[in-house]
């Protein structure tokens, strides 16, 4: 294997590592709005938030910027709780809507700036000393990027599968998974509180 097909792998096993799972409950608060006709969003939506990940994935393994983990992996469950309770906000108009979508883009960069720097822990604690950073870099981005968007098309399929197929109201489904996922991530902020 080359070894951006190993950086590349390491980047999907990190993503959909069960024992990561703080990334996969914010991929799925992110994405599960959104219904199966509106890929094309989700995909940009999930890209901001990989934009956001890269930029500090890439500042805290050339170590420019350093934060404590232990406050990272405090943030991290916050940007989720965040997510879960914007998609429990009541639906807009139309005009409202499209003001509400640029915010969410705008919302998932920042928020990737926070899970980057918890990436960047895992990628320094693999990388050699001497190693050239930028293609392991690439290519762990690249992996992470691959495995979002496998789990996007997992919730946007058993969205689908609910309500087009057994016609469980958006609502119910959204508030459902939304309420779920929070209290995850509720219980992931007890467990690293800070205070």
Known sequence: M???GF??????????????YDHILFVV????????????????LVTAFTLGHSLTLALATFELIQVRTDV??????????ITCAVNLLPLRQPEAAKRQARQRYALAAFFGL??????????RSILPRDA????????????LEVGQLA???????VGYLLVELLRVPVREWVLVVSGMVGGVALTIVQNNWLF
């Open 7 to 20: 950086n590349f792998q390491l980047g999907l096993e990190h993503i959909l590592d069960p024992n990561g």
């Open 132 to 143: 050239s950073i930028w293609q392991p870099l690439l290519a762990f981005n690249v992996g």
């Open 29 to 44: 608060a992110l994405c599960v709005i959104y219904g199966i006709h509106e890929w094309r969003k989700v995909v940009w």
């Open 72 to 81: 990272i992996e405090f943030l991290i469950p916050i940007t989720i709780l």
């Open 2 to 4: 080359t070894d951006f």
């Open 151 to 157: 789990i996007v098309g997992f919730v946007l399929f």
């Open 114 to 123: 926070i899970h980057g720097l918890g990436f960047s822990n895992f990628l």
